[in-house]
């Protein structure tokens, strides 16, 4: 049920808070994954009926920090040891229909508090002095046969609040859960609420998605049920588009192939997901057009501007690597590293997934180009940390002894190419070739 070294944590609390009166009890993540024998205790997420003025002086004499940023809705946290705890007062929350943040009201019953919360297996609490399981809407027995249900009925549930329609694709990926058939009709008649969510909200859902196991999974759930149309419309369109260079799976299950072959990194997974949405319309060009839409989309998720601007840049040159045509010469390498930057690494992560995610003759020729490209840069070594030019603007005026304009930075682009091309030549040769170009230039 519930760990003895949990209980032993918690306990002295909750008899602290017994002897005044009141109860204590684990709730949350923490009570479903000690069901699921899986518990961190990071965070440990407790409720009771005190009030937040009776809470914080019942902590006072255990904790060596507390903090009340989330007084007004009945939550008071505080250290003790080396644990975090977060002291929540039952609530009974209710919703007005253009919102999903709720009204709080606090309440007595424990069991009141357990129904508002979003899936059964949430909504299981255990007695914090005890270790008694409390289990009134049977999340226990969910949890065993694999199924994921609302406390109330789904439609309440949903429409309540529905960045949950979000999270049951979350949770019906990470532990496989089937859902209950009302759950997926509720949604589908519940799925236009989401517009009352927030895009941050909707990204928040989407990156823990990403960090958990079997992403595709629920990726494929949110697709199926539309429910992200309005945040990236494009993606159900790839069900029914084809690239000869996918091995004949449509775009939208090779984007899941890509996605499931890459570490959970949030943001190149998102990345990947975005990848391939510019084929909707046509395959030629679609790494550039789709470079763009993806600024679009990432800006309309309220991404940070450093990371769409990487994302983006990863996708203007997802196809550089694995699907290059001939041998890496050092200097394709070196192109490649220079318009890339700091996106290098994932760009090359992206690179093995969409190898993967082929098939056959396909997938042996792209993890050899990606074989290759990584072989040539680990030769290349420390000389690919910086490929600038080997003269600076200013050595380039005194060699050429002109003034700042034009012809400098024609210089510099030149010095450019010739380091790409023919890697470090040391600023004597560079000098020489320089003037040499110069020279031809006046004609």
């Known amino acids: 049920m519930i760990s003895s070294e949990l209980l032993e944590i918690v306990r002295p609390l909750a008899v602290h808070f017994r002897t005044n009166g009141f109860q204590l009890f684990l709730v949350g993540g923490i009570v479903r994954d000690e069901q699921l024998r899986a518990g961190s205790w ?9 009030l937040p003025a009776d809470t914080k002086r019942l902590v006072a004499p255990f904790s060596s920090a507390v ?26 929350d209710e919703y007005e229909p253009e919102s999903r943040k709720p009204m709080v009201a606090f309440t007595p019953s424990i069991d009141r508090d357990l129904a508002r919360r979003d899936f059964t297996i949430n909504a ?24 994921l249900r609302t406390p109330l009925g789904a439609d309440t549930s949903f429409s309540d609040d529905p960045l949950r329609m979000l999270r049951a694709a979350r949770f019906h990926a990470r532990f496989d859960l089937a859902l209950a058939p009302d759950i997926e009709e509720a949604i589908d008649r519940q799925r236009d609420r989401l517009t009352i969510v927030s895009a941050e909200r909707v990204r928040g859902e989407l990156h823990k998605l990403f960090t958990g196991p079997n992403a595709s999974r629920g990726l494929a759930f949110l697709v199926a049920h539309r429910l992200l149309d309005r945040w990236i419309p494009e993606l ?18 090779h984007t899941f192939a890509v996605i499931d072959a890459l570490t959970p990194d949030p943001l190149l997974r998102m990345t ?63 192109r490649v590293i220079v318009d890339c930057g700091s996106t290098l690494d994932r760009l090359v992560e992206l690179s093995w997934a969409n190898a993967a995610a082929r098939r056959g ?52 682009a030149f010095l450019q190419e010739l380091r790409l091309r023919d890697g ?14 110069w020279r031809a230039r006046q004609g």
């Open 42 to 50: 990071v965070d440990i997420d407790l409720a009771t009926d005190a």
């Open 124 to 147: 299981m609490a255990v007695d914090a002095e005890t270790g008694e399981l409390h289990d009134p809407f049977g999340g226990r027995h969910d949890l065993e046969t694999r199924v």
């Open 424 to 437: 470090l030549v040391g600023e004597a040769l560079a000098t020489q070739v320089l003037l040499e170009w």
């Open 236 to 253: 159900a369109g790839l069900r029914a588009t084809y690239d000869p260079a996918h091995g004949g799976i449509d775009a939208l299950a």
């Open 361 to 412: 003759d396909l997938a042996a020729n792209c993890r050899a180009q990606v074989e290759a490209f990584v072989r040539v840069r680990a030769v290349l070594g420390d000389e690919h940390d910086d490929l600038g030019p080997e003269l600076d603007g200013r050595q380039i005026m005194d060699v050429l002894d002109i003034g700042p304009g034009r012809a400098v930075g024609e210089a510099q």
């Open 67 to 92: 903090w009340t940023q989330g007084e007004r809705f009945g939550t008071i946290g505080c250290r003790i040891d080396a644990h975090e705890f977060e002291i929540t007062t039952f609530r009974g």
């Open 272 to 334: 990947a997901l975005l990848h391939d949405l510019a084929k909707v319309d046509r395959l030629d060009d679609h790494a550039t057009r789709g470079a763009t839409l993806a600024v679009q989309r990432l800006r309309g998720l309220r991404h940070a501007e450093h990371d769409v601007r990487d994302a983006s840049r990863i996708i203007e040159h997802h196809d550089r690597i694995h699907a290059h045509v001939g041998d890496w010469s050092a200097a394709d390498v070196r």
